[in-house]
Each structure stands twice: as structure tokens, then as C-alpha cells.
């Protein structure tokens, strides 16, 4: 019988408390498709996706406050067989995967691919997870398409705290009453 994800990530909070004697802690993720992933937890965060030909470097949700909204921000190293031609990167934590970008205009320098999506303001349909109040692993799958043909498929985790989403809906709270009213006819 599969865990609910409320029990998932309680069980993941332990593992962090305990992965502080040990060092690291393992859990398989549940992901869309009712498969599950495995993700690696360390005292300093979550280990990066990796196989021999790529490494992600970072997958994560940036607010800023000043401007009330944020951008992903994705990148990963090439580590060698040549440049890829395409990238999809697609959170897969909730029950549909929803794909938050796609290209076929690669651009790697120095072995480093990097891309920031369109900035948006989050909101219950399109970041409903900022407004649950417990940590958040999230999950993003890279579909990596190589100049040769070949498709790689690394997933990466991100854990968001509570109190960080706590800040972020502080925030978007402060700039909705700070709004002025909407006229009336």
C-alpha cells in the first residue's frame, strides 16, 4: 500500500534528523505515473540527479520580494559525448506531471547549460504548493534529447521549507493589501 504523501514526508523529515548521524539518508519519491524515484538527503541538502553524460546543477523555485513574483531556474554540466539539442524539464511530484519548460535552442558554455523560465506571480493554479504549509519535496524530470539521439532522463529533487513558502505568502499577502480596490460600476 502506498504512503500517503503527508506520511512520505514525515518519514522524510526523520531521515533528515537521522541522516545527521549518518551522513546521508535515502527515500524513494512517489511521482507522477505511480512510479516512485530515488532521492538521496545529506546534512547539506539533497544530492544532485546525475549519470555519466550529465550532472544537474539546480532545479528550484526563486521568489523575489520586491517584484512579488519568481522565475525557475534550471541548469545542469554536460560531462562529455557532446552537446544536447533539446531540454524538457517537467515537475513530476503531484499526480500530473506539469511541464515548466521546453526547448529546442541549446546553448551550452564552458560545458554549462543554464536557463530561467518567464517570471509569474504564484498562485493556488499554477504554484499551489507555496500555500501548503509543511516542507515541500518537490520533484523535476530532465529529458535530455543528445546530438546523437539519444534521450536521458535524470530527476532531480528540491526540498522548500515551510517557513520559506511562509515568507513567500507573506509577501504576496502584504502586496494584496497594499493593492488598491478594484473600481466598482
Given at each position: 500500500m502506498p504512503y500517503p504523501r503527508s506520511r512520505l514526508l514525515a518519514l522524510a523529515g526523520l531521515g533528515l534528523l537521522a541522516g545527521c548521524?549518518?551522513?546521508?539518508?535515502?527515500?524513494?519519491?512517489?511521482?507522477?505515473?505511480?512510479?516512485?524515484?530515488?532521492?538521496?538527503?545529506?546534512?547539506?541538502?539533497?544530492l544532485h540527479g546525475e549519470n555519466d553524460d550529465f550532472r544537474i546543477d539546480a532545479a528550484v523555485y526563486q521568489f523575489d520580494p520586491k517584484v512579488k513574483n519568481g522565475t525557475y531556474l534550471f541548469a545542469f554540466l554536460v560531462k562529455k559525448r557532446g552537446a544536447p539539442r533539446s531540454v524538457k524539464v517537467d515537475d513530476v511530484t503531484d499526480e500530473e506531471p506539469k511541464n515548466l519548460y521546453q526547448t529546442d535552442q541549446i546553448k551550452v558554455q564552458d560545458g554549462h547549460w543554464k536557463q530561467r523560465t518567464e517570471s509569474f506571480v504564484p498562485d493556488q493554479q499554477n504554484l499551489k504548493w507555496i500555500f501548503e504549509i509543511e516542507n515541500s519535496i518537490r520533484v523535476y524530470r530532465f529529458t535530455i534529447v543528445t546530438a546523437d539521439g539519444r534521450t536521458e532522463v535524470l530527476y532531480e529533487g528540491c526540498n522548500y521549507m515551510g517557513f520559506v513558502k511562509e515568507l513567500i505568502r507573506k509577501s504576496l499577502a502584504e502586496n494584496a493589501a497594499a493593492a488598491p480596490p478594484a473600481a466598482t460600476p
Open positions: 548521524a549518518t551522513g546521508s539518508y535515502s527515500i524513494n519519491m512517489p511521482i507522477s505515473g505511480g512510479q516512485t524515484v530515488p532521492l538521496e538527503l545529506t546534512t547539506t541538502g539533497m
